[in-house]
């Protein structure tokens, strides 16, 4: 199929519509087949959507839904070195909505409550839409990511599943949505039918790096580390080029960490997610810290890559868009040593809690703040007192974002710091907690071994440790 014949427009009277059936008020031909070019680079995770959409506009300023595409996907990033991009985006959008269809005026209210920071007014906005045009890809997509990125884990499964049943192989672009729908089962925990459902997406096309996410996701989930790792190195090649190609290694990474296959984890980091450049994306500074950390847990050295990663983190020190950035940002401030950014970082968040009113300020009172103060604790060894910060919100964490194998680091920290504390009781009960939903995990059976050693039981202790070596050497 060519990109002409995929892209058809459909017309129904005086209505142009996309190759979905969505209604577009602009009625340029080859200026919509590139906008839906430019959204299928976002969604393959290929090439550069924002260069590929500024060509669109550059030729075709009064193309309403390009100027909206572009601020919707910069919306995505949580980085305050877009957002001048996404206002004049959104103002220029707002400068011809007057030639906009209803959908259209949706994605406008939709963006500017987002620029706002009622992030979750967005999400209506978006979800209105869809309440009219199911089949509208972009707003399916900026909701179910959206979720992710604000830890709704129900409405990541839902918002799929409120018009999964007007999607099929007919439609352009079903695999993407078996896709968010392969991850919000996921985190959903219903495995099983999350599996399938990527799966399927990648039968229909191998080349969708957010399906084999969500397959390696349940994988991570469920403990089947040796078939995990299998399946990504199989699909290594085809996972593109983009910053999510990051996070794919990250979290093969947290599989042969899991069956302490360190020096793998090493190798993985240095040749995959050690980013060069001073200033790089956030995203990728994410999983390169959330990474590092899960090693100091453990107590492996890393060399000089926490040095490296703080320089890349420090202009960002005083953003306050993102809890979840603010709190992977404190980990590299505190693991360098770096006590004049981790007080701008507090400091800047302590001020912005007083005043502000969107929906990033209650997850960086309840939730960013207390484990920000908890990695430095932490990292000074004061164990008693990261367990006194952590164990009240171990079950709100959601609220601070990402997904259930990202917020693991929490649990993890506090399970950590329990045994340093020599609060056995405590580790035991916790470590118990994460085998129980993990079986096959050989990293939650050395926890209760060491919870049951700390308690004087070394017939038990013995045991769990075994059962880590047998699930190593199976």
């Known amino acids: ?16 519509l996309d190759c979905r059936g969505t209604p577009v008020s602009y ?23 924002i260069a590929e959409i500024d060509v669109v506009i550059a030729d075709h ?18 980085e305050t070195r877009v957002y001048d991009d996404m206002v004049q985006a959104v103002n220029a959008a707002d400068k011809i909505i007057h030639k906009a269809n209803d959908r259209e005026r949706g994605h406008l209210e939709a963006v500017q409550a987002w620029i706002r920071g009622d992030f979750f007014g967005a999400i209506q906005k978006w979800e209105a839409i869809l309440t009219y045009y199911p089949l509208d890809l972009l707003a399916l997509q900026l909701v179910h990511q ?20 007007l999607w099929d192989e007919g439609v352009e672009g079903y695999e993407f949505v078996l896709g968010f729908y392969a991850f919000g089962l996921e985190e959903n925990r219903d495995f099983h039918l999350a599996e399938q459902m990527g799966r399927l997406s990648l039968a229909i096309r191998p080349e969708n790096p957010y399906a084999v996410h969500a ?12 078939g995990g790792i299998r399946f990504m190195y199989e699909h290594v090649d085809r996972w593109g080029k983009s910053n999510f190609v990051n996070h794919l290694w990250w979290h093969t990474a947290l ?3 899991d069956i302490k296959e360190i020096d793998r984890v090493l190798e993985i980091y240095d040749q995959h997610l050690r980013s060069t450049g001073q200033e790089g994306a956030k995203y990728d500074e994410l999983d390169s810290a959330a990474l590092l950390w899960r090693l100091k847990l453990l107590g492996v050295d890393t060399g000089d890559s926490w040095k490296d990663l703080a320089d890349k983190w420090a202009s960002s020190a005083q953003d306050t868009l993102y809890a979840f950035n603010d709190v992977h940002a404190m980990m590299t401030f505190v693991s360098d040593d770096r006590v ?10 302590e001020r912005y809690i007083e005043s502000a009113s969107d929906a990033n300020a209650a997850v960086s009172r309840e939730i960013g703040i207390p484990f920000c103060l908890a990695i430095q604790d932490f990292h000074h060894e004061r164990y008693a007192s990261c367990v006194e ?11 601070l974002g990402g997904s259930f194998a990202q917020r693991d680091i929490i649990a993890w920290t506090l399970l950590e710091a329990a045994l340093r504390a020599k609060q056995y009781h405590l580790a035991l009960a916790l470590a118990n907690e994460r085998s129980a939903f993990k079986p096959t995990s050989p990293q939650n059976w050395s926890y209760v071994a060491q919870a049951f050693k700390g308690l004087g039981d070394q017939s038990n202790a013995d045991r769990a440790e075994a059962k880590a070596q047998s699930l190593i050497a199976g």
Request: hydrophobic residues 45%; positive net charge; proline residues 4%.
């Open 146 to 165: 959206t979720d992710v990125l604000l830890g709704d884990v129900v409405g990541q499964r839902d918002v799929v599943a409120r018009v999964f049943n």
């Open 255 to 257: 599989l042969h960490l």
């Open 340 to 349: 004049d950014a981790q007080n701008l970082l507090l400091n800047a968040n």
């Open 61 to 78: 300023p009064d193309f309403v839904m390009a100027h909206l595409f572009k601020a919707a996907w910069l919306t995505q990033a949580m």
């Open 1 to 16: 199929m060519t990109a002409e014949s995929k892209y058809t427009l459909k017309k129904t009277g005086k209505a142009v």
């Open 27 to 49: 009625r340029d031909r080859a200026a919509i087949v590139a906008l839906e070019k430019a959204h299928e680079s976002a969604l393959a995770f290929r090439g550069d959507p």
């Open 215 to 226: 397959v390696c996701h349940v994988m991570e989930m469920k403990g089947r580390q040796p």
């Open 389 to 399: 910060r952590l164990l009240p919100v171990r079950y709100m964490t959601h609220r």
